[in-house]
């Protein structure tokens, strides 16, 4: 699996946004990004222009829609038709989701714990989902210096219970791009993680449909899981048992947040409940550690805690890899 850095949460001035298609992509490349989804709200007006200034600049896009609504925000990637925002009402969100699930949309639930009226009409998430299982992923951080917001910390609980629940829902980090990026604040960018040796705009859909992604400020981390000849990552699911887990920490696009001065303390092993099953103290960027565990639980993440602009904090995160009885 190769990882590369995208961000799945952009506007240009075909919404709210100050970019143009161009400025957007030159922006992108800028940040050291490989790809990015072209999120508006409520049109698809970018996507043409975007898709053509991208290209030569060698960025991919996954082209997409923010469903704006009175009731909350709904990211909807690879679907043009995004008529059906009008009608999205908080109970029918389950028969909209169904309806662009069964034509191949790619659809995240946005910043579900921004602050509503009067801060921000429609942003707070309202809608009453019976069936998380349409959904294919959550946006868990979202805007700038997202772990300092409680909102994002609300979302990882959030988030946290669904896997519980049993749901499968891949986290994204969204920079929710509308205006040139502050370079005294962290930013969190998505990996995805990608068969392939380049970064397509498939590649990153098939990522997210995956559950292969890795959120972070700071370096890359990511992690698998062993035993005898078979091994798994993120993203898959394993049956329960003995794995001997590898913890990988990469400090790739460094010049993107050595002004942090990010200080790495410890790496953890969350599981069902938010329940920390390993941990360990790691003061470098860079780690290789292993780590035999026997796993009786359904989801198994690695996070990076330590210090970002001065404040304890969440540095990054993996997706789970799951596990299964069988
Ligand atoms: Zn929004
Ligand atoms: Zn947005």
Not at 1 to 26: Q, R, Y
Not at 99 to 123: K, M, Q, S, W
Not at 149 to 156: D, G, T
Request: net charge negative; with cysteine; glycine share 10%.
């Amino acid at each position: 699996v190769n990882w590369f850095p995208v961000e799945l949460h952009c506007h240009t001035k075909h919404s709210d946004g100050d970019f143009s298609p161009a400025e957007l992509i030159e922006q992108a490349k800028i940040f050291g990004l490989k790809g990015i989804a072209l999120t508006d709200h409520n049109t698809v007006a970018g996507w043409e222009e975007t898709c053509s200034c991208a290209e030569k600049a060698g960025i991919c896009v996954l082209p997409g829609v923010e469903w704006t609504t009175y009731f909350g925000h709904m990211l909807v990637l690879q679907q043009k038709d995004c008529g059906g925002w009008m009608d999205l009402q908080p109970d029918r969100i389950d028969a909209a989701t169904a309806d662009l699930r069964a034509r191949g949309g790619t659809i995240g639930a946005a910043h579900p714990f921004e602050p509503g009226n009067p801060v921000g009409t429609g942003c707070h998430w309202d809608f009453s989902v019976r069936h998380w299982e349409n959904f294919h992923y959550y946006e868990v951080m979202n805007g700038e210096n997202p772990m300092e917001k409680v909102r994002n910390r609300k979302s990882l609980l959030a988030w946290t219970s669904l896997l519980d629940h049993g749901y499968r829902l891949t986290p994204t980090s969204g920079i929710d791009w509308h205006s040139q990026l502050n370079k005294e604040f962290s930013y969190a960018c998505t990996y995805v993680g990608v068969p392939e040796k380049d970064c397509t705009a498939q590649g990153m859909n098939h990522a997210i449909l995956s559950g292969r992604t890795s959120l972070t400020m700071g370096p890359l981390l990511t992690m698998e899981v062993c035993r005898e000849s078979q091994c798994g990552g993120i993203g898959d699911v394993c049956p329960n048992g003995r794995y001997t887990f590898l913890l990988h920490l990469d400090p790739r696009r460094a010049e993107h947040w050595r002004h942090l001065d990010l200080q790495p303390r410890e790496v953890r092993l969350v599981t069902n409940g938010g329940r920390v099953l390993f941990q360990s103290p790691c003061g470098e960027c860079k780690l290789e550690s292993s780590v035999m565990l026997d796993v009786q639980t359904s989801w198994c993440r690695a996070e990076l805690w330590g210090v970002v602009r001065d404040r304890e904090s969440l540095i990054a995160m993996t997706a789970p890899i799951y596990f299964s009885q069988t």
